[in-house]
């Protein structure tokens, strides 16, 4: 106990110390292992994120150096001197930190307390991407994923994965762990153009970054020769190419040094600089240097040392070589015998030292990388909200409420109202005005007056992911919700939900809402009839009872077509929230099934309170109306990828936990329902968008990765339906039609309850067991042309009808669709539809009958062409006629057709 008393007393003296400079301050990290105290020392001080220092002035922005080495390869040491070099002297308006490889795990608990959400982290350079070194490679995707949302940059690598089932499994865990917010740097030719093949980050090239500084120049006296060969996995010679080479220069060289750079003790931060200086001399005292390490060639372009290479086991000597190869003192050679040639040639011309040409322009890419992040952060600071006024600050909240507000001020007072009268009284709610062009912020000033509870912040409209997210970042309460400022919430709403979460222990709890139109808003006949379908859309009918894990109330919720990512629909705990790094996807439309699908994926235990709080606002210019663009194309695509990526991982990690494919599959499959419907529902607008606006496309990130998924996809749709309809136009089929209708209006009792009947002729319908909550689906079937018949209400409502086809068959994995033509529709004598309109599953033909009573006759007649059951078989029977076409073809032009 003596000893570790010593020893922290020391460290306090050091840390208390005036006499030490900063950098080499130390600070104390205790953690306790079975009962143990561990002393864990972190070279360059952390201080925490604070934006404005003592003084009032702003502090450096902090660049921290995450992985770098402590081993006893000079190599990586250069290229960290190298990295501070370049920082000092580019960006010197930079604090620039350091967290070793060695320390990264001890001190990582530390770390997340420490960088700050606008830090950059820095990876070190050299050659560990690709399963050469995984130590490392393991270190950078584990930091990685811990700060989802820094920049990360890592500086200019030599990419190798090795031709195996090693090689490609790393490869694809690089490729899921390199992508949004990871900028790659590549110091050679190969690996940048394998990056930019295999990962979707953005990736620039530049040399090495050891051969930035501006080294001094190597004035010693030289004698000798100087070996530097490495005998580990990336050497290319064999033992007897080793030989040789030995034996070429003992011929020529009375005087050899043998010179391992990788030397046999530890280097530590502190003896960094001096064992480079040692390195430095030792290669600047020879008159000539053979290697086959890559920063052995360095050393010697950089001392002026007349230097023979020979490549390594893959192509980083090659691609560096490339950067410096007009350089006269520096050769490549790839046998002994070309090693024995070259050096009776230099001993014989007296070839002197050469002369360390710098040339720092080659790294003005990484140059533009780091001004171009550090701009974008600026910029982000300088759009942060402006506190208008604080709440108060002496009891902390149970919940936060995080209300994004613009321009809405007809409806915020009334939204206001209902938050401020909850029955729960102990809450915060946090008010972020983005950018408002009404009087939003003006009566947001007014309302504030009057309750201490809520805080008022205004910011540049920067949309509702960003305004949510920093809601997060300032609120201080135990849970979490979201509200819509043109929206209202029952007044026992937190109270019962907080009341739940607690006797629960739950992370997650769902309810219910309803849609009311805004006594103001004057909807046209297309946007009551869209009303209608929300009515109760945010109501489930299911009671979901107990405790369960995310995945499996996505699955409930799913399979009763009652999933409803809302974020007003659901309250959070804080901490599962932050545990779980949660925020809100930036720059998108459909932001909220991204989120919501992360929480759900990570959740264990989450709840459902079957009570209406929530009360939606109707209104003519609210998002529900607004014309789908290219946005909400580009909305899902981001949701699709996003939500693929965290189910693969969520799989992959399920899968080595239990072992067990099958299960984790199942357990699964409703979470890959909702990835696939986000691309579907991308192609399904995009499909639907006038053409000049879907080359929208060509101006994102990942546009050749769209292009494949949603384009192409999009061009083979277009050219399949026009064949479908032109078969269905023109054969006559069994008719087969699926009619959804629902009585939105009718009680608990008898809610969809109808009646079919006074069916003509063969017509029969069918209640199906699938049906939704749009309502109850049947089948309705006929050999003839038309079809009569009546339907009878049961309670009043409003009765709503889809027409369309059956789902299309599955097999293997391929949708065949089933398409009818529709050429008349008259309801009660209206006619809805007069001319034919080919349909199929999803594309229905609407109507809604409004104020309809209990016993109410509905009379339908349905005028029909085709049910489609043989379209299918067609269409590859014109495949197989259009192959054989252009085999005859290929046939004549190849000359080997026969006349007749």
Not at 711 to 725: L, P, S
């Amino acid at each position: 106990m003596g000893k570790w008393c010593d020893l922290l007393g020391r460290a306090i003296f050091i840390c208390k110390s005036r006499l030490f400079p900063d950098r080499l301050k130390e600070k104390l990290y205790f953690a306790s292992l079975k009962n143990s105290f561990i002393l864990i020392c972190t070279r360059r001080g952390f201080a925490q994120d604070n934006s404005i220092g003592e003084d009032g002035n702003k502090m450096k922005r902090k660049i921290w150096f995450i992985g770098t080495p402590e081993h006893s390869n000079m190599g990586d040491h250069l290229i960290t001197e190298a990295q501070f070099s370049y920082m000092n002297e580019v960006f010197p308006e930079c604090d620039v930190k350091e967290v070793s490889l060695d320390d990264y795990y001890d001190v990582k608990p530390i770390l997340k307390k420490t960088i700050g959400k606008n830090d950059i982290l820095i990876f070190n350079g050299g050659g560990s991407v690709g399963n050469i070194w995984p130590r490392v490679e393991e270190m950078r995707k584990d930091a990685i994923s811990s700060w989802p949302e820094n920049i990360k940059i890592i500086f200019p690598q030599s990419i190798f994965f090795t031709d195996d089932e090693n090689g490609a499994e790393e490869l694809e865990k690089t490729q899921k762990a390199l992508k949004e917010n990871v900028i790659l740097g590549c110091r050679d030719k190969q690996s940048y153009d394998f990056a930019k093949e295999h990962f979707f980050c953005e990736t620039f090239l530049t040399p090495d970054i050891a051969l930035f500084p501006d080294y001094p120049k190597a004035e010693l006296a030289r004698e000798g020769a100087l070996l530097c060969i490495r005998e580990d996995r990336e050497a290319l010679l064999s033992e007897a190419e080793r030989r040789a080479v030995f034996a070429a220069v003992r011929e020529k060289y009375d005087k050899i040094s043998v010179y391992d750079m990788v030397r046999p003790e530890k280097v530590t931060m502190e003896k960094r600089r001096k064992s480079v200086e040692k390195t430095f001399n030792e290669f600047a005292s020879a008159k000539v240097v053979i290697t086959d390490r890559l920063h052995g060639m360095i050393f010697s372009y950089i001392t002026g040392t007349p230097c023979f290479v020979f490549e390594n086991s893959y192509f980083k000597v090659r691609g560096q070589f490339d950067w410096i190869k007009d350089c006269d003192y520096i050769h490549l050679v790839k046998t002994a015998e070309e090693l024995e040639k070259g050096l009776e040639k230099f001993i014989s011309e007296k070839e002197p030292a050469g002369s360390y040409k710098r040339f720092s322009d080659k790294f003005t890419p990484l140059t533009k990388v780091i001004r171009s992040q550090l701009a974008k952060l600026l910029a982000e600071e300088e759009n942060a909200p402006v506190c208008v006024k604080k709440g108060a600050q002496s009891v902390s909240p149970v919940v936060s409420v995080i209300i994004p507000v613009y321009n809405v001020e007809p409806y915020l007072r009334e939204c206001l109202d209902s938050i401020m009268g909850q029955t729960l009284k102990e809450i915060e709610i946090i008010c972020i005005d983005d950018g408002s062009l009404d009087g939003s912020l003006d009566l947001l000033r007014e309302i504030a007056s009057s309750d201490e509870r809520i805080c008022v912040y205004h910011q540049k409209n920067s949309g509702p992911s960003v305004t949510r997210n920093r809601g997060i970042d300032f609120a201080r309460g135990k849970y979490i919700y979201y509200m819509d400022s043109d929206d209202v919430l029952e007044k026992d709403a937190l109270e019962s939900l907080v009341r739940k979460m607690e006797e629960d222990s739950l992370e997650l709890v769902f309810f219910d809402g309803k849609s009311f139109i805004d006594e103001t808003a004057s909807l046209d006949k297309k946007e009551t009839k869209l009303h209608e379908k929300y009515l109760a859309f945010y109501r489930r009918s299911h009671d979901y009872k107990g405790v369960y894990d995310g995945p499996t109330i996505m699955r409930d919720f799913l399979n009763n077509d009652e999933y409803r990512p809302s974020p007003c629909l659901q309250m959070i705990k804080k901490d599962f929230l932050e545990d779980n790094q949660l925020r809100f996807e930036k720059g998108i439309l459909q932001e909220d099934n991204l989120y919501t699908f992360e929480a759900l994926l990570s959740a264990n235990r989450v709840g459902y309170l079957h009570n209406v709080f929530f009360y939606r606002r109707v209104r003519a210019e609210s998002i529900m109306f607004s014309k789908k663009t290219f946005a909400n194309v580009f909305g899902y695509f981001i949701c699709y990828k996003k939500m693929k990526e965290k189910l693969l991982l969520a799989k992959e990690s399920e899968e080595r936990s239990s072992g067990e494919k099958r299960l984790v599959f199942s357990r699964y499959y409703a979470a890959q329902e909702l990835v696939n419907a986000a691309l579907d529902n991308a192609r399904r607008i995009y499909g639907g968008l006038p053409e000049f606006e879907k080359n929208g496309y060509r101006y994102i990130e990942g546009g050749a990765e769209f292009r494949a998924l949603i384009t192409d996809h999009d061009r083979e749709r277009q050219k399949t339906i026009k064949e479908k309809e032109a078969l269905a136009n023109e054969k006559g089929f069994f008719r087969t039609a699926r009619i959804d209708i629902k009585n939105s209006g009718a009680t608990e009792a008898s809610s969809n309850a109808l009646e079919f009947f006074e069916m003509s002729g063969d017509v029969t319908a069918k209640e199906q067991k699938w049906g939704t909550a749009f309502g109850l689906t049947y089948v309705v079937t006929s050999q003839a042309e038309t079809a009569d018949f009546k339907i009878k209400c049961i309670g009043d409502g409003n009765v709503s009808l889809r027409f369309r086809s059956v789902q299309g068959e599955v097999k293997n994995n391929a949708e065949y669709k089933w398409w009818i033509n529709y050429k008349k529709i008259l309801i009660d004598g209206e006619s809805i539809l007069d001319g034919q309109r080919c349909v199929w599953y999803r594309t229905p033909i609407e109507h809604c009958l409004t104020d309809k009573k209990d016993g109410d006759e509905i009379s339908i007649h349905i005028e029909w062409e085709s049910g489609q059951a043989a379209i299918d078989k067609m269409l590859e029977e014109i495949k197989a006629l259009q192959k054989e076409n252009a085999s005859l073809k290929a046939q004549k032009k190849s000359g080997k057709s026969r006349r007749c």
